[in-house]
């Protein structure tokens, strides 16, 4: 496991490496940075609201229910009151 540890390494800082040479230290600090702040963003964080009512009943959530069967629904709740 050391020895496939270690040739991991070289591999990673000889890249590190290419990249320095090739597009100068301040342009990769800033592309560091700059990954970082995109994954820490929090318009990166996953929402079952985005997601079409196929995919909810394949994953096991309920379904999106648009506005206007809102409104049906909360309609047929008032009239079934009355009887």
Same mark, same amino acid.
């Given at each position: 496991?050391?020895?496939?540890?270690?040739?991991? !390494?070289?591999?990673? =800082?000889?890249?590190?490496?290419?990249?320095?040479?090739?597009? +100068?230290?301040?342009?990769? %600090?800033?592309?560091?940075?700059?990954t970082l702040v995109r994954?820490?963003?929090?318009?990166? !964080?996953?929402?079952? =609201?985005?997601?079409?009512?196929?995919m909810l009943r394949d994953? +096991?959530?309920?379904?999106? %229910?648009?506005?206007?069967?809102?409104?049906?629904?909360?309609?047929?709740?008032?009239?079934?009151?009355?009887l």
């Amino acid at each position: 496991m050391r020895e496939m540890h270690v040739m991991v !390494a070289d591999v990673l =800082s000889a890249e590190m490496d290419a990249l320095h040479r090739r597009h +100068g230290p301040w342009r990769l %600090i800033r592309a560091l940075v700059a990954t970082l702040v995109r994954r820490s963003s929090p318009f990166s !964080a996953n929402r079952s =609201s985005d997601l079409d009512n196929h995919m909810l009943r394949d994953i +096991g959530l309920p379904e999106n %229910i648009p506005e206007v069967d809102f409104v049906l629904q909360s309609r047929f709740v008032d009239w079934r009151n009355y009887l």
